[in-house]
């Protein structure tokens, strides 16, 4: 099949829970109204396998070069694996994706594996990895409000990362956007940026899961369309972080990929990019996952250690992960069914173990962000506990960039992040201007 021919590709909604609902991307719903169950994006796979797996691979090798959009963006250059049969004229897209992989070899050497490799998601548009899902959820707004149908904004509760990620998305598109986020729980940077791209910004005296009930009554009114990962359209753009690994890999993927988990959408989208690629013979075999959560906020963990038998919501505690501080993930049920399809655990770390895990990779050139501290911290504790085989090559996704996080990096080197010992703490040191004193400062380097 040729490429001009992509267009004949077709997705649609369908539950995800079994029931044979179906809808069409024009729709605006989220739920299955008969079980309630999430929605998924459904592709025609039958029509996909008319394309071989090396004809795949070298379509998206050969848009991979381009310096133009939308071929330049990770999310539609693979665009017949996100939305088909949406018009090129109304991509939203601001060049997400295509991010580095970044090697680890000292922690590698340390932890006694074969390859450790960062996914550095956060070196994207906005800073963080929400980019690649709202590059597609935006695009079929636009897409939505160029054929009549009456949406008037776009709405999302966050922690921060979603709402920089809506609200620059939005701005390109000239579509307006509401955020809703906990008061004095997000970072300034994250703060500043939904408010710097003329969204509608609501700073609520409540948790993140607070915001989320709120949005989702706010978007009952059909006018108004959600914009958080329980819209499957955000799925879609995130699925790409697996292809691209896997593209950088040379489509080998790794034995394990470790990834951070909050509302968990993040988690069922990797499993739903690596399914895809083995549907299509782009890679033989799955990687394991692990899902990383802080201590504080560790709902999935707590399930996982009785067996997945439920979802036990708690109330969140403040954590340097600010971005994964959820209690009750909308996405529980679609994690929990990608973690047993891959031989998955979860494993959470504390205040310190993620702080001194973030900047123990700083030390090798990265700027960690603390979330991508906590699925480097469970890493450690994995390898230690056997999980993790010495010898395994493993992936972390880092979902955003440290520069958003710059107060949690300036408490750790000051020594005065509350429950941490930093161990690689690297305060300046201050000295007389003088010649001798700098001299001194100096001798111990190698």
Not at 48 to 57: D, F, N
Not at 78 to 98: C, F, N, T
Not at 226 to 241: C, D, F, H, P, T
Not at 432 to 437: G, I, K, Q
Request: hydrophobic share 45%; glycine share 8%; charged share 20%.
């Amino acid at each position: 099949m040729s490429e001009e021919s992509a267009s004949d590709f077709r997705a649609e909604y369908a539950c995800s829970e079994g029931c044979d609902f179906r809808a069409s991307l024009m729709d605006v719903v989220y739920r299955c109204p008969r079980c309630g169950g999430l929605l998924e994006v459904a592709h025609d796979v039958k029509a996909l396998r008319t394309v071989s797996a090396a004809e795949w691979k070298r379509r998206f090798e050969t848009r991979f070069g381009s310096a133009r959009l939308p071929d330049g963006s990770g999310v539609w250059g693979k665009r017949e694996w996100a939305y088909p049969q949406l018009p090129a004229e109304d991509i939203v897209s601001l060049g997400e994706g295509r991010v580095p992989l970044k090697p680890l070899p000292r922690m590698a050497a340390e932890l006694g594996l074969a390859a450790l490799d960062l996914k550095e998601c956060g070196v994207s548009p906005t800073g963080s990895f929400k980019d690649w899902g709202m590059t597609v959820l935006v695009s079929a707004v636009k897409h939505m409000r160029a054929r009549g149908v009456p949406l008037r904004a776009v709405a999302c509760a966050s922690t921060g990362d979603t709402s920089a990620a809506l609200s620059a998305y939005c701005a390109a598109a000239g579509i307006p956007a509401v955020v809703f986020l906990p008061r004095d729980k997000v970072s300034l940077a994250q703060l500043v940026q939904p408010i710097a791209n003329g969204a509608r910004v609501l700073s609520l005296d409540t948790d993140f899961d607070g915001c989320m009930k709120l949005v989702q009554a706010v978007t009952a009114d059909t006018g108004l369309y959600l914009a958080n990962s329980m819209n499957s359209l955000r799925i879609e753009g995130q699925k790409m972080v697996a292809v691209e690994l896997c593209q950088d890999l040379g489509w080998e993927p790794p034995d394990w990929v470790v990834i951070p988990g909050g509302n968990l959408g993040n988690a069922s989208a990797l499993g739903k990019g690596f399914e895809l690629m083995l549907s299509l013979g782009l890679i033989t075999r799955r990687p394991r996952i692990a899902v990383a959560q802080a201590q504080k906020a560790n709902p999935l963990v707590r399930s996982f250690r009785g067996g997945f038998q439920e979802l036990v919501p708690l109330q969140a505690e403040p954590t340097l992960a600010s971005a994964i501080q959820i209690g009750n993930p909308v996405s529980f049920k679609r994690a929990v069914k990608v973690l047993k399809a891959f031989d998955g655990v979860v494993e959470d770390a504390s205040e310190s173990e993620l702080a001194n895990a973030a900047a123990r990779a700083d030390r090798e050139g990265t700027f960690t962000c603390p979330h991508t501290g906590v699925a480097l911290a469970a890493l450690e504790k994995l390898v230690a506990q056997g999980v993790i085989a010495r010898g395994s090559r493993v992936a972390v996704v880092s979902t955003a960039h440290g520069l958003k996080f710059a107060d949690f990096k300036v408490g750790y080197h000051r020594g005065a992040l509350a429950e941490v010992t930093s161990q690689f703490a690297n305060p300046p040191v201050e000295l007389p201007a003088t010649l001798d004193a700098v001299k001194g400062a100096l001798a111990d380097l190698g």
